[in-house]
Nanobody
Framework: QVQLVESGGGLVQAGGSLRLSCAAS????????MGWFRQAPGNEREFVAA????????YYADSVKGRFTISRDYAKSLVYLQMNSLKPEDTAVYYC?????????????????WGQGTQITVSS
């Protein structure tokens, strides 16, 4: 498994920006998919974005497309989620996750490594 530690959460006003970071360690990630998920109270965990570590291909949920950007620093084993134009409905706990294959990237159940989560609160 991969160890994941998120940072960068907090409180922001609607329309503002935040950047989340996820530090990955424990093994090589060459074929891994690294994802961000979020979970609001009373809701299921939902896919936000993912990146294929080796080639940098990116994927987004429709709800965040055009506002969020996932990226990675290959040398530092970091994954970022830049969140712009934040909305109150983006409020949730955000989780970094990793899986050793590059398919089914939107399915949380397919990920086998998870960070502890970081709270994002967007005020209106």
């Amino acid at each position: 498994q991969v160890q994941l530690v998120e940072s960068g959460g907090g409180l922001v006003q609607a329309g503002g920006s935040l950047r989340l970071s996820c530090a990955a360690s424990g093994r090589t990630f060459s074929n891994y998919a690294m994802g961000w998920f979020r979970q609001a109270p009373g809701n299921e965990r939902e896919f936000v974005a993912a990146i294929i570590w080796s080639v940098g291909s990116t994927y987004y949920a429709d709800s965040v497309k055009g506002r969020f950007t996932i990226s990675r620093d290959y040398a530092k084993s970091l994954v970022y989620l830049q969140m712009n134009s934040l909305k109150p409905e983006d409020t949730a706990v955000y989780y970094c996750a990793a899986k050793p294959t590059a398919w089914n990237i939107e399915n949380a159940a397919k990920y086998d490594s998870w960070g502890q989560g970081t709270q994002i609160t967007v005020s209106s």
